[in-house]
């Protein structure tokens, strides 16, 4: 028996397969990534190549063996069909601008709130991040059903405005765009305050010193300094806001109305209600697309914005 | 080390009907139950290169940023140019200040980054741009206007940040360790870089260092600070020849301490009996005292005179062992220690240039000063 620990055992062994640990840990990531999205990725897309069918799974294969050679059919026609619906273009722009405008909500909330916690005492600054990141601790399907309570005709907040005397019709709240928004708002902020609290913690106050101090007021510092400064923050708490929401099903499917289009109701109905996958896969696809441009967009920004302010 | 006084002719401090520029008065600050600054009082003239100095925590730092407004003094009154500056914030202060960090906008060219103060004043673009050129002509920085700071060096981003604190033409300019960032060669050449630009422009500076040698050479006076207290202001060479108290002679250059009594007191001079040297010392008359009263000598290393042989008709001698020699290339500095073990730093200018010292580990050597060499420190 070796009295070598058995991490050491563990590790000497890797090591004389040729696995360092600087290799382990890229490794796990890279493996993980591989297993569950790229794999996954690469079967929705292999789907939406191919022809709906009544089968199990329900759609054709698109290799078959066939007299001895291999018989590949690629199917293009989900895509086309994408694009002659109009519903399928109208629920990718409804989906762009509820999460597009919903970012722009979160940022002008999260901001000030992300700045107010950077700029507070060091030692309380710990607790009001705990109470930013503390709704996570409930599950995110029951908050977002809280909201129903809040926003339906006799929830709370009409009870509220018609106990004092504000208004004497309820008003029609839920099932209206403006659910979606509260709802997206509500939960995608924290993503938005968290890079920039990140961001903004980091910002050297001798900046902001030197500005007033060459005659900035307090309100020119914050727009020609601390804003720039903090662009690389922006731009990460949008994105974190903005993709999610963008694929969002469950807000738009509880809070929203008929009107409330999005892709990820879209894409949910073709496959369950519709069954057919492969047009279901196309839209997974498009979306993919319609999201990986405009990040790898701001990626680039981002990275140029930093390597300047090194 | 060197002075640099422009004004050797101009000594606005010395003449009584001249109105100072700066006035702090009585000021105190604390943070909580910790004082930073303690009842500082200080007046500075017009075109006065001004140095604080004082280790770290001494509350020089604190006290430039009253000055510039980013701190409120908890009592006492800060009057610029007879203007007191109470309840004036940063942003409408006749002063400009150069930060430790030099806090250049990183976002932001050479360029912009000058024209920033003078933006905030609204003036035209056409002299926005002409000032701007200016000044980087005078501190050398022509070419740079559309670098990045990153894309600078230690010493560039120095003057730009100077250039920056400059441009606005402040009645008031406040240097926080200006020369910090900078190694040794670099900080020499730039120190006479800044005496120049301060003549040319005439704008009064506050500097506030912790390092002496650059004090020395920057100022034209300097305002010792010690835990949030001014304990002496005075020329470079006040501060050096007549240090106050023990503080200010063990922190502007090193010093022998002698403890002892007063022994004598005379019309022109005073008689110390030592019995750390083990000697009567004999210094020029710089105090009033009883006989009996505790007092310390202080000698300057560079004052002693060290030899083998006879060192002739000085006033204070002594004899010791060489203990340790560091050879500095344009001086050496020998560790002496006394009969009865009182240590003693000796430093001779090396004049000649011989492989062999005459001097050696372990010789008995004799040891001597003159008459004026010696200050007495009391506290």
């Known amino acids: 028996m070796s009295s070598l620990p058995l991490g050491s055992r563990i590790g000497a062994l890797l090591g004389r397969m040729g696995l360092k640990g600087r290799v382990l840990v890229i490794a796990i990531p890279t493996v993980w990534l591989l297993i569950f ?11 939406s190549f191919s022809v709906a069918a009544i089968a199990r799974p329900p759609y054709l294969p698109i290799v078959e063996w066939v007299d001895g050679f291999f018989r590949i ?9 994408l694009l002659e619906d109009p519903l399928y273009v109208a629920a990718y722009l409804g989906s762009v601008k509820i999460a597009g405008v919903s970012t722009l909500i979160a940022l002008l909330i999260g901001y000030p709130m992300a700045y ?5 005492e060091p030692d309380r600054r710990n607790l009001l991040l705990m109470l930013v990141v503390l709704p996570f601790w409930t599950s995110f399907l029951l908050r977002v059903y809280a909201w129903i309570g809040f926003l339906k005709g006799n929830g709370v907040i009409n009870n509220l405005l018609i106990g004092i005397g504000i208004i004497d019709e309820p008003l029609v709240m839920l099932q209206t765009d403006f659910a979606v928004y509260v709802g997206i708002v509500y939960t995608y902020l924290p993503f938005m305050i968290l890079p920039l609290y990140a961001n903004l913690v980091k910002l050297d106050e001798a900046y902001l010193e030197a500005s007033a101090d060459l005659g900035a007021r307090p309100i020119t510092t914050f727009f020609t300094v ?7 923050g922006i731009i990460a708490g949008c994105m974190l806001v903005f993709i999610p929401a963008v694929g969002e099903f469950v807000i738009p499917a509880l809070l929203g109305g008929p009107d409330t289009l999005m892709i990820g109701q879209v894409l949910w109905n073709e496959f369950f209600s519709n069954r057919d996958w492969p047009i279901a896969s196309a839209v997974a696809i498009v979306m993919l697309f319609v999201l990986v441009i405009p990040i790898m967009l701001l990626r680039w920004a981002q990275s140029a914005s930093e390597g300047e302010n090194q | 080390m ?31 139950d910790f004082t930073s600054v303690y009842d500082v009082s200080l007046d500075i003239y017009k075109g006065e290169i001004f140095c604080l100095l004082g280790g770290s925590g001494c509350g020089k730092s604190t006290l430039l940023r009253m000055l510039s407004g980013f701190e409120t003094p908890t009592s006492g009154q800060i009057i610029i140019d007879g203007q007191d500056q109470a309840g004036i914030a940063p942003y409408d202060r006749p002063t400009n200040m150069m930060f430790q960090s030099y806090a250049l906008f990183p976002h932001m060219t050479v360029e912009k980054n000058i024209a920033y103060g003078l933006k905030r004043d609204g003036l035209p673009k056409a002299e926005i741009a002409k000032r701007v050129s200016d000044i980087l002509s005078l501190v050398q920085m022509d070419g740079f206007a559309k670098r990045k700071p990153n894309q600078l060096s230690g010493g560039q981003r120095q003057r730009v940040a100077l250039a920056r604190s400059l441009v606005k033409k402040p009645k008031l300019l406040l240097l926080d360790e200006p020369l910090g960032a900078l190694d040794k060669k670099l900080r020499e050449e730039t120190q006479f870089e800044l005496i120049k630009i301060q003549e040319s422009l005439g704008v009064t500076f506050v500097v506030v260092t912790h390092d002496q040698e650059e004090a020395m050479t920057l100022s034209s006076r300097i305002g010792v600070m010690t835990a949030g207290e001014i304990v002496q202001v005075g020329t470079p060479r006040e501060i050096y020849e007549y240090p106050r108290n023990r503080f200010v002679a063990d922190f502007i250059g090193s010093v022998n301490i002698f403890e002892g009594r007063i022994a004598e007191d005379g019309e ?9 040297a083990g000697l009567d010392i004999y210094v020029p ?45 344009d001086a050496s500095v020998y560790q002496i220690r006394l009969d009865n073990g009182k240590r003693l730093r000796v430093t001779q200018t090396n004049l000649t240039r011989s492989e062999e010292s005459t001097l050696n580990y372990g010789d008995r050597v004799n040891l001597g000063w003159d008459g004026s060499a010696g200050v007495v420190v009391t506290s």
């Open chain 1, 116 to 120: 107010l916690i950077a700029r507070s």
């Open chain 2, 268 to 276: 022109s001079h005073v008689i110390v009996a030592s019995h750390e």
């Open chain 1, 226 to 232: 601390t804003l720039p400064l903090s662009l690389s």
């Open chain 2, 2 to 32: 060197s002075e640099a006084i422009s004004m050797s002719d101009a000594r606005p401090w010395a003449d009584p009907t001249a109105a100072p520029f700066l006035q702090i008065k009585n000021v105190t600050k604390k943070f909580g």
């Open chain 2, 285 to 329: 008359h710089s105090i009033s005292g009883v006989i009996g009263q505790k007092v310390a000598v202080a000698v300057r290393p560079e004052k002693v005179q060290i030899s083998k042989g006879d060192l002739g008709n000085l006033r204070n001698k002594l004899t010791g062992t060489i203990d340790e020699i560091a050879y500095m290339g």
């Open chain 1, 73 to 81: 059919s690629l199917n293009f026609g989900n895509y086309l069909f």
């Open chain 1, 37 to 47: 999205f790229l794999i996954p990725f690469l079967v929705v897309a292999k789907i």
